[in-house]
């Protein structure tokens, strides 16, 4: 069974902090991950994709990989309230088939 | 460039009923997915159309089904609708089956009573 799994939250961090999501999978054979950030009544929006081992960068977004433990996450420096969504973690098999966990809902705080 | 649309956005229908969505994908996007999201289940994925064929299908009973039409756009059918396909459905687009990113459309709300 291919699993996504995460911490369900709420998370809640201060305006200003930093806000770490975290992601793991079941399948080895994992290829592609990526994060999607979801407000309430609206669809998910890609905002980070990570294929290797090691950090992504993008603005304040950073993405981590690592397959030996089965292992994404997600960094967002200096939260902002307009942070505050679901964030769901994305993994994609080599078949194409796209699993997501339940997502995490985090709340920045002003 | 344009993103991905669906019709229609909000629909209510009663059980045994039929519906059908629509889903035209981002210009140059020939792989279409479908997805239903509930607060219970998550985001689950239904199908993926390439090229007018099914690529792939997910763990769904037979009374979900689809079709991709030759200019890429897409319709999902659900026949005898039970109060449990109330969900959001949400069709994303991508170039190709293998390319890794998708993009969502806002999705339509189906409520079934």
């Known amino acids: 069974q291919k699993e996504v799994e995460q911490n369900s939250g709420p998370l809640s961090v201060p305006e200003g902090a930093i806000a770490s999501l975290n992601c793991t999978y079941s399948?080895?054979?994992?290829?592609?991950f990526f994060w999607y950030r979801q407000y309430s009544g609206k669809s998910p929006e890609l905002i980070m994709s990570?294929?290797?081992?090691g950090d992504k960068e993008d603005g304040r977004f950073t993405a981590q990989l690592n397959k030996a433990s089965q292992y994404v996450s997600l960094l967002i420096r200096d939260s902002q309230p307009s942070d505050s969504a679901t964030y769901l973690c994305?993994?994609?098999?080599?078949?194409?088939?796209?699993?997501f966990g339940a997502g995490t809902r985090l709340t920045v705080k002003p | 460039k344009a993103g991905v649309t669906q019709t229609p956005r909000y629909l209510i229908k009663t059980r045994g009923q039929q519906v059908t969505l629509s889903c035209s994908p981002i210009?140059?996007?020939?792989?279409v997915s479908w997805y239903q999201q509930t607060p219970g289940q998550g985001l689950q994925f239904l199908f993926e159309?390439?090229?007018?064929?099914?690529?792939n299908k997910g763990n769904f009973p037979g009374r979900f089904s689809g079709r991709q039409f030759s200019n890429s756009r897409s319709e999902m059918n659900v026949s005898t609708l039970e109060l449990g396909d109330s969900a959001l459905y949400l069709c994303?687009?991508?170039?190709?089956?293998?390319?890794?990113?998708?993009?969502f459309g806002p999705g339509t709300r189906l409520t079934v009573t």
């Open positions: 994303a687009s991508s170039l190709a089956p293998g390319d890794r990113e998708q993009y």
């Open positions: 399948d080895r054979g994992s290829q592609s």
């Open positions: 990570i294929y290797s081992n």
């Open positions: 994305a993994v994609k098999y080599n078949n194409n088939d796209m699993r």
């Open positions: 210009s140059g996007h020939r792989s």
């Open positions: 159309y390439f090229s007018e064929t099914q690529r």
